[in-house]
């Protein structure tokens, strides 16, 4: 079955460094794979979806890569900032292509 | 737009009560999605509508949970009867045309069951 994996639950850095998580996939090859931010007590917020023919997406601060050999995506803000901390999400599609698989996230904090 | 909405925000209830979730999406969007979310197991998928009508319910966790969209602006998740292990944050997301790509989340329902 499908399975997809961020493998840290918490990330904890200094404002202006990058911050870089982690999205790994297993059993399938997705068409397209998105990253949402999550705040306490609110719903996922949509940030970027990079397709499979798309090794690099970026918007603002923002960056995504998609490495469909490694079965991996790499998410980097840079100049990070304290707002910046929520938890962040990957999804996939799943291989019939009907629904997103979620992964559990990574927390990143922030310090100033 | 006000976005994705959801009530009640917040729902306590005691085991084998019924509870009721409601969600209205955004205007002309196709898609509604009903998730949960937990600590253990993240955010999952319940069931998805397609212009109102089931596509794949196949997320639904047993008989006791069940959904309906019995008009484009308007969905219920309903649980019955209800248990403690159903304790979590339920999301209604809605997307346009393509069900994969970019949905918007409301707000959640956080549930209790005691």
């Known amino acids: 079955s499908q399975k997809i994996e961020q493998n840290s639950e918490a990330l904890n850095i200094q404002e202006g460094k990058t911050a870089t998580l982690t999205c790994n996939y297993t059993?399938?090859?997705?068409?397209?794979l998105q990253w949402y931010r999550q705040d306490p007590g609110r719903g996922p917020v949509f940030l970027l979806l990079?397709?499979?023919?798309?090794k690099e997406k970026r918007k603002e601060r923002l960056k995504v890569t998609f490495d469909t050999t490694l079965k991996q995506s790499l998410f980097h803000i840079t100049a990070s900032q304290p707002a910046d901390s929520a938890t962040y999400l990957c999804?996939?599609?799943?291989?019939?292509?009907?629904?997103?698989?979620f992964g559990k996230g990574t927390t990143l904090s922030v310090s100033s | 737009d006000a976005g994705v909405i959801q009530s009640p925000r917040h729902e306590v209830t005691e085991m084998g009560q019924e509870v009721t979730l409601r969600c209205k999406p955004i205007?002309?969007?196709?898609?509604l999605f009903w998730y949960r979310q937990t600590m253990m197991r993240g955010l999952e998928l319940l069931i998805y509508?397609?212009?109102?009508?089931?596509?794949?319910d196949s997320g639904m966790p047993e008989d006791r949970f069940s959904a309906k969209m019995p008009n484009a602006s308007f969905s219920t998740l309903k649980i019955q009867p209800s248990e403690p292990r159903d304790s979590a944050v339920y999301f209604c997301?809605?997307?346009?045309?393509?069900?994969?790509?970019?949905?918007?989340f409301g707000p959640g329902t956080r549930l209790l069951v005691l």
């Open positions: 997301a809605s997307s346009f045309e393509n069900s994969q790509e970019t949905q918007y």
């Open positions: 059993n399938y090859s997705p068409a397209y």
């Open positions: 990079i397709r499979e023919n798309e």
């Open positions: 999804a996939l599609v799943n291989q019939a292509g009907t629904a997103l698989i």
């Open positions: 205007s002309g969007h196709d898609y």
């Open positions: 509508f397609n212009n109102n009508v089931p596509i794949d």
